[in-house]
């Protein structure tokens, strides 16, 4: 939410928003740097706030926790308190949401299934390991059925009595990561199923201040995903 380039990529976002059918809009870390190496603060927080609110106006904003907000460090992450974004919450008539990280939906209307988090597994696991992208962490991720496969190893993670709560129970239509250096998507087949559809949609997302997009996932399909560029470039 710094500088004069990332303030007009998110008045882009805020147009975007607001002309095409978006039923849902999940940011991926809701606070955390302000992309000049500044932390939050009483200003990042106001603004962030604003944003969210004129979001909310045209559709549903739901907004995860990232690394470096303020709720616990472990996985799964607590939603913000929702007293943060007291305009936000007052704004389109409860569209506003804080959710927690990971980040599970199921979209009324849509068959779509969605399972997500703000990218510390994905970077664990990059961390871990030689030669990898995101795509490819969060590929071993689906493999694997399980949302953080380094933890607790390497991964904060609290004990869970009875049930693991990261295991995948069922394969999603639309798998992400935030927190990325730039958005790539990939069509990932599903090993059983008929469908066109069966499959999954792996989506890294970036962080908005390293690449300022909006990744647009088609409720009806989930192969079709456009990456929508809010820089500079974008209205060259």
């Given amino acids: 939410l710094g500088g004069a380039a990332q303030e007009a990529a998110l008045e882009r976002l805020v147009a975007l928003v607001a002309t095409e059918e978006v039923r849902r809009l999940v940011v991926c870390g809701a606070l955390g740097e302000d992309g000049e190496g500044g932390w939050l603060s009483r200003d990042h927080l106001a ?13 549903e904003v739901h907004v995860m926790p990232g690394r470096a907000d303020p709720t616990n460090l472990s996985l799964p992450q607590m ?10 919450r007052e704004a389109g008539g409860g569209g506003f949401r804080c959710v927690g990280n990971p980040y599970s939906a199921a979209l009324e209307g849509s068959d779509l299934a969605v399972l997500g988090h703000s990218g510390q597994p994905v970077e664990d696991v990059l961390r871990c390991t030689r030669g990898r992208r995101p ?6 991720c689906l493999e ?16 869970f009595e009875g049930e693991d709560a990261l295991v995948i129970r069922e394969v999603p239509h639309v798998l992400f990561s935030g927190g990325h250096e730039r958005a790539e998507h990939n069509w990932s087949p599903a090993p059983r199923g008929d469908e066109p559809t069966s499959g999954t949609q792996l989506v890294a997302v970036p962080e908005f201040h390293r690449q300022p997009v909006v990744i647009l996932v088609n409720l009806q399909d989930p192969r079709d995903v456009k990456v929508q560029d809010l820089g500079a470039a974008a209205c060259a």
């Fill in 135 to 140: 795509l490819d962490a969060l590929r071993l």
């Fill in 144 to 159: 694997a059925m399980h949302l953080a496969p380094t933890a607790p190893d390497t991964l904060p993670m609290p004990p």
């Fill in 47 to 59: 603004k962030a706030d604003t944003l969210y609110a004129r979001l909310a106006a045209s559709a």
């Fill in 79 to 88: 939603p913000l308190h929702p007293c943060l974004f007291r305009k936000a």
